[in-house]
């Protein structure tokens, strides 16, 4: 596609359960990014994939949260038993090179009740 | 460790008047500084970006920021404020060199008054 996709665009869940959002980025950026958007409040910087490095992971507020991506395809974020402070908009963005803009999906809305 | 700090979370400016959204940065190599706009119940977009060479960028929409390395500053700023800008407005660097990783500021939010 052209742009950036993520799936769901809503997602309601129970407390503790598992949530798994999909970003499907655009064809032949390399770099792709998450992050998280509380009501309100800036982008909270999540995790970043970058070719086939290691992924930086700094931004994972705790090991309920893992990330994973295939090449330079798809990458799906859970959330494993989750919290209501959970809840918030979650970004998926992609780049093709370190000096140019980042590429934005819609977002995932996550309630957690 | 880069840093991005936007001063001000909220502005509120007349309709024709000028716009200055603040930015100061911190990075220990040569940063790419961007500016972002996300207009209600709508994505993230980018507004303007410094790289490299001339240090003063144009964006869409009228906007424009100054990269002042002495300073650490990428401040943001319209001659007149629309209506149609009152927006959420985030500050972004990412390094010059060795990584992709981008930290975002906290965002500012501008009204714009009739």
């Known amino acids: 596609g052209a742009g950036v996709s993520q799936s769901p665009s809503n997602k309601v869940t129970e407390k503790g359960k598992d949530v798994e959002l999909r970003c499907d980025p655009i064809s032949g950026h390399t770099a792709l990014y998450w992050y998280r958007q509380r009501l309100g409040q800036g982008l909270e910087f999540l995790i970043y994939f970058q070719g086939n490095s290691a992924p930086d992971k700094s931004g994972l507020p705790s090991d309920r949260f893992s990330a994973e991506r295939t090449g330079e395809s798809v990458s799906t974020l859970t959330i494993q038993r989750t919290q209501q402070e959970d809840s918030a908009v979650y970004l998926c963005a992609c780049t093709r090179d370190r000096g140019h803009e980042q590429y934005f999906g819609p977002g995932t809305r996550l309630t957690v009740t | 460790a880069q840093s991005v700090t936007q001063l001000g979370s909220h502005v509120s400016v007349s309709e024709g008047a000028l716009v200055l959204l603040r930015c100061n940065y911190s990075s220990s190599v040569p940063p790419y500084l961007f500016w972002y706009v996300q207009y209600p119940n709508q994505g993230l977009q980018l507004l303007l970006k410094y790289t490299t060479g001339a240090t003063l960028v144009k964006g869409i929409n009228g906007f424009e920021a100054e990269f002042k390395k002495s300073e650490t500053s990428f401040h943001l700023t319209k001659p007149s404020a629309h209506m149609s800008d009152a927006a959420e407005y985030f500050c972004?660097?990412?390094?010059?060199?060795?990584?992709?990783?981008?930290?975002f500021g906290a965002g500012t939010r501008l009204f714009v008054k009739a």
């Open positions: 972004a660097v990412t390094r010059g060199t060795g990584g992709f990783k981008t930290i």
